[in-house]
Nanobody, 116 residues
Framework: QLQASGGGLVQAGGSLRLSCAAS????????MGWYRQAPGKEREMVAI???????VYEEAVKGRFTVSRDNVRSTMYLQMNSLNPEDTAVYYC????????????WGQGTLVTVSS
């Protein structure tokens, strides 16, 4: 089970930190990711952090967002800085077993709203 939290309403230029707490899985064996879906748009990848700590970012968030993970706490984070209205979306966390992509899970989503 994945539980995303930390969303809310923030003004443009502000910051938020999202958390994704995992339970029922061996967290350290899963590649973790943040995805988002804006109204009327398809879900898109925001950031991924692998079991080895390698990170991939969507081009629009590079330099503003930072993904991290704490394997002891079984939690992934997304630090979002310099937010703009285009970042408004429901943010979802995702877990994929690094050795078998057939084992994948989604969290319930947390809403981020950035006002101009």
């Amino acid at each position: 089970q994945l539980q995303a939290s930390g969303g809310g309403l923030v003004q443009a230029g502000g910051s938020l930190r999202l958390s994704c707490a995992a339970s029922g899985i061996i967290f350290s064996t899963y590649d973790m990711g943040w995805y988002r879906q804006a109204p009327g748009k398809e879900r898109e990848m925001v950031a991924i952090i692998t079991t080895r700590g390698n990170k991939v970012y969507e081009e629009a968030v590079k330099g503003r967002f930072t993904v991290s993970r704490d394997n002891v706490r079984s939690t992934m984070y997304l630090q979002m800085n310099s937010l703009n209205p285009e970042d408004t979306a429901v943010y979802y966390c995702n877990a994929v077993l690094s050795t078998n992509g057939n084992y994948a899970y989604w969290g319930q989503g947390t809403l981020v709203t950035v006002s101009s």
